[in-house]
């Protein structure tokens, strides 16, 4: 059973545009998460973390987390070319060491 | 800055043979040094956590086996048996298991079967 689903699964945005990624976890022990984002050829790396209910911004990038219903969102304002990749939402339980990770979405920015 | 260094980067593997990986943790602020496969599909699944020299476990999974060793603080071994599909085996690290400590990702080794 797939523990965290995202959509959708794959996403085109023209460049300047804002890319809208979604995540649903079904598991209510989850407490923190993250959005991870891997280029071809390379190690995921993590783009930003959030732990509680509302919005973070870091630069571009907007996570929104909804504990209640287990919603996390992640906006992209002003697409780049070099934000296509593919984006993962990853949760964890306390206390756990394993991450769960989504199957992912793959962003194309178009120029 | 690099906090994991993997080798092989890639590998040919025939069919039936075993392989051997290595990974070397380059900051002690992050010891606790665990492996995730990511399959043709690129799903990401945890494999084994190990945060002690000494420790080892060993899981099958579809399509290989798989024995996990921390070698000493710094290096963590990882031998894949039985590999059906082609995978890519990731070390990473974290500075702990409690709260929201960050997971990060080595740059990976790519196994293909021949």
């Known amino acids: 059973q797939q523990k965290v689903q995202q959509s959708p699964e794959s996403l085109s945005v023209p460049e300047g545009g804002m890319a809208s990624l979604n995540c649903t976890s079904s598991?209510?022990?989850?407490?923190y998460f993250w959005w991870y984002r891997q280029h071809s050829g390379e190690g995921p790396k993590a783009l930003m973390?959030?732990?509680?209910?509302g919005d973070k911004k870091e630069g571009r990038f907007t996570a929104h987390l909804n504990k209640a219903s287990l919603h996390v969102s992640l906006h992209i304002r002003d697409s780049q070319p070099s934000d296509s990749a593919l984006y993962f939402c990853?949760?964890?339980?306390?206390?756990?060491?394993?991450?769960?990770f989504g199957k992912g979405t793959s962003l194309t920015v178009i120029p | 800055v690099t906090l994991l260094e993997q080798n092989p980067r890639w590998r040919l593997v025939p069919r039936g043979q075993a392989v051997n990986l290595r990974c070397i943790l380059k900051?002690?602020?992050?010891?606790?040094m665990s492996w995730y496969q990511q399959d043709l599909q690129k799903q990401l699944q945890w494999l084994f956590t190990?945060?002690?020299?000494?420790?080892?476990?060993v899981k099958s999974l579809p399509g290989a086996d798989y024995l996990a060793t921390r070698v000493t603080d710094t290096e963590l071994r990882l031998q894949v048996a039985n590999m059906s599909q082609g995978r890519t085996l990731y070390c990473t690290c974290?500075?702990?298991?409690?709260?929201?400590?960050?997971?990060?990702f080595g740059e990976g080794s790519r196994l293909i079967v021949v």
């Open positions: 990853a949760a964890r339980r306390t206390g756990y060491q394993n991450f769960y």
């Open positions: 598991d209510r022990n989850f407490q």
């Open positions: 973390s959030i732990f509680s209910d």
């Open positions: 900051n002690s602020q992050y010891p606790w």
């Open positions: 190990l945060r002690s020299p000494g420790d080892k476990e």
């Open positions: 974290n500075s702990g298991p409690y709260s929201g400590n960050t997971l990060y």
